[in-house]
């Protein structure tokens, strides 16, 4: 027997919908690529996507077209998701810090019929549109006197392309299975591999993104997402904000500590995301100008490990919570966060912190394991690392135009090593492409990296495994030193006794003036390998 509910699909134009019935006169505010905040209302958000939705079908689009973006966190780029996914075309967005290669080649691979960009990007646009035949109209994402003076066929300014446009569109009834956006891993190795995100997926990723022990976001919240909107979807806060009727604020290309700061005061900010190198960058900020964040309760880590360092000084020295969350493109990304249980609460500061540096838990939606190299379950003892399966109704099922599929019995596997206490509680301790693996036993990296970051001196670090004629592989330290900071190689190594075991402390330590990152701002251990090609572990004594 069925049940006799209503049957609505789960779109992504739904929550656009809902957020100008009931939250019509809640803002979103942008730093622009022009220069001045914009600021506007989710009531005129919706209605200039029904505009864009209206001009995007006069070029062309239709159900299944891909349409990229290449555009910072900013209202434009908030009302082309709407409008492309709502139409039933897919938003496709990409990185724009790849390289001008990895770009057309992306563009290519997705065979985007439209592109719309920031005007940041001109150069870049101008260097690839030769390259890249599918695109038919490309797209700057500003107003006519801002107009960038290049060569490039069918250039549309979208100001004048919305202005002439109703403003009346109904979102078609889309099939909720139906791909709503795509976005490309970063592809340290090999080639990119697109994830093609479906209405429901993004939907019930939203839905589960707001719960208390995730992130918690409600209709009293304003929201920042650092993280950008060209990977994974600004771990989908474009969708979960105005499904809870949160105030939205778009940094644009200010992601430095100083402009973020200006930005959470001046808005009241509540609640922001980004990656461990945007919450240093405002730690230093307050640091060297001795300011305080009045407004912000909860600050959310993850797309790295999160340095314990770094959550301390936070939590010490301004009061903020920093909360760990892990996740991937695969995931949409939402993996776990970590948010306390009741029975933690008692716990004293040395043992909840020991909690608190852990990735977190999963939200309902999303089941993980931990597995032996034969595929067998692993405890949940927080101490047994593994191999970690996910599956879960975000969870990716086959890649963008690839036939083969990367599920094992019905698991994905991440690729990271992890161990899970009964609770849940996840711990990554490495890539398994990362992890060391010294007279045959595992070294974490992310270990031997945390205690390097807790160093007065050391302002960022990344260990390697090194191939080594008696261990086969020992773990080699590079490390940046902080600004006018000291700090020999003796010192470094002091510094992990009685930290880790004794094989644990690394063979050496390097020092250089900066660490390669991916275009996602992970370490690229890809390029340091490369980079170190003629290093030689130092001569026995
Ligand atoms: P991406 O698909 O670019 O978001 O990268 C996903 C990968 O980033 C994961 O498989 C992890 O290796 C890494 N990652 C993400 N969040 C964390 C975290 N909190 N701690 C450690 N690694 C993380």
């Known amino acids: 027997m069925q049940g006799k509910m209503m049957n609505q699909p789960l779109i992504v134009s739904s929550i656009l919908e809902h957020a100008e019935r009931y939250h019509g006169d809640t803002e979103i505010v942008s730093q622009t690529v022009e220069g001045p905040i914009h600021r506007y209302t989710y009531a005129e958000a919706h209605k200039r996507s029904k505009q864009a939705a209206n001009a995007l079908l006069k070029l062309g689009a ?18 082309l998701y709407y409008a492309i996914s709502g139409i ?11 390289f001008p290669e990895q770009v057309s080649w992306i563009v290519n691979d997705a065979e985007d019929q439209i592109l719309c960009f920031d005007t940041s990007f001109s150069t870049l646009i101008e260097s690839i549109a030769p390259q890249c035949p599918s695109v038919k109209y490309w797209i700057a994402m500003t107003n006519r006197d801002h107009m960038p003076d290049i060569r490039v066929p069918n250039l549309v300014c979208y100001e004048d392309l919305i202005a002439s446009e109703s403003e009346e569109f109904t979102w078609p009834r889309l099939d909720e299975n139906s791909a709503s956006s795509l976005c490309y891993t970063s592809g340290t190795t090999g080639n990119p591999k697109g994830v093609l995100y479906s209405h429901r997926s993004t939907l019930l990723h939203a839905l589960s993104s707001a719960l208390p022990d995730a992130m918690n976001l409600s209709g009293r919240d304003v929201v920042l997402p650092v993280v950008p909107m060209f990977h994974v979807n600004a771990w989908g806060l474009p969708y979960t904000a105005p499904l809870v009727g949160a105030k939205l604020v778009f940094p644009g290309d200010g992601m430095d500590g100083e402009s973020l700061y200006q930005l959470f005061e001046s808005e009241g900010v509540t609640f922001s995301a980004g990656v461990p190198t945007v919450w240093l960058g405002v ?4 640091r060297n100008s001795g300011s305080k964040l009045s407004t912000v309760e909860r600050m959310i880590v993850g797309g790295a490990a999160c340095p314990p360092a770094l959550m301390q000084s936070f939590r010490d020295e301004y009061g903020i919570t920093i909360q760990h969350a892990w996740g991937m493109t695969e995931l949409s990304p939402l993996g776990t966060v970590n948010t306390p249980k009741s029975k933690h609460l008692g716990l004293d500061d040395e043992e909840r912190f020991k909690l608190d540096i852990k990735q977190g838990r999963p939200p309902f939606g999303i089941d993980l394991k931990i597995v032996d190299d034969n595929g067998n379950e692993l405890p949940r003892d927080g101490q047994t690392s593994g191999d970690l399966l996910v599956r879960g109704y975000w969870v990716i099922d086959q890649y963008y135009n690839k036939d083969d599929s990367p599920l094992v019995d019905g698991w994905f596997p ?12 996840l711990q990554i301790t490495d890539r398994s492409k990362d992890v060391i693996k010294s007279g045959g036993e595992w070294i974490s990296s992310i270990e031997l990296e945390n205690i390097a970051m807790s160093h007065a001196a050391v302002s960022e670090a990344a260990a390697l495994g090194l191939s080594h004629d008696k261990w086969d592989e020992r773990p080699l330290l590079v490390v940046v030193r902080k600004a006018g900071q000291d700090v020999s190689r003796e010192e470094i190594l002091a510094h992990y006794q009685g930290k880790v075991a004794k094989f644990c402390i690394p063979e050496d330590v390097i020092f250089v003036d900066e660490i390669p990152h991916t275009a996602t701002g992970k370490v690229s251990k890809v390029t340091l390998r490369k980079q170190l ?9």
């Open 414 to 425: 991440t690729g990271d090593v992890a161990n899970q206490d009964k609770d849940g509680y």
């Open 88 to 98: 039933g075309a897919i938003t496709h967005t990409v990185n724009p810090r790849l």
């Open 283 to 286: 730690l230093q900020h307050l």
């Open 62 to 79: 239709d159900t299944g077209s891909r349409i990229a973006t290449l555009a910072w966190n900013n209202f434009r780029h908030f009302e």
């Open 533 to 541: 090609s003629d290093y030689r572990w130092p001569a026995p004594k």
